[in-house]
């Protein structure tokens, strides 16, 4: 039995056939900019990182809260952090937004 090598690959001329065929069919590319924030600060332009919080409401209330979010395809998180908005507390609007998820 002989023994085969294997021939070596130029990884920049196949990256460089990739993309042109990636471009000739117009097919999207995902560009990934590394995002370099300083510790304890956060860009305006992107969502804070969210934390969990845990309360217990009552039945009615949680059922209240769901049937409003489903009737306005929004999550409750949604309807919960306007209504800390209007009752005065400062939400960043990029925190805000909907995430599309309930959106059909």
């Known amino acids: 039995m002989t023994e085969r090598s294997f021939l070596p690959v130029e990884i920049d001329l196949l990256d460089q056939k990739l ?3 990636a471009t000739r069919k117009r097919i999207p590319t995902l560009n990934v900019a590394p995002d370099v924030v300083p510790a304890g600060q956060h860009p305006a ?3 804070a990182p969210r934390k969990p919080i845990s309360v217990e409401v009552p039945d009615y209330l949680a059922t209240a809260l769901k049937v409003a979010a489903a009737q306005q395809s929004v999550t409750v998180r949604h309807l919960i952090l ?4 209007d009752a005065g507390y400062d939400v960043r609007a990029i925190d ?8 059909r």
């Open 45 to 47: 332009s992107l969502p």
């Open 82 to 85: 306007n209504a800390l908005v």
């Open 19 to 21: 993309t042109e065929t």
């Open 96 to 103: 805000r937004e909907e995430d599309g998820r309930r959106l």
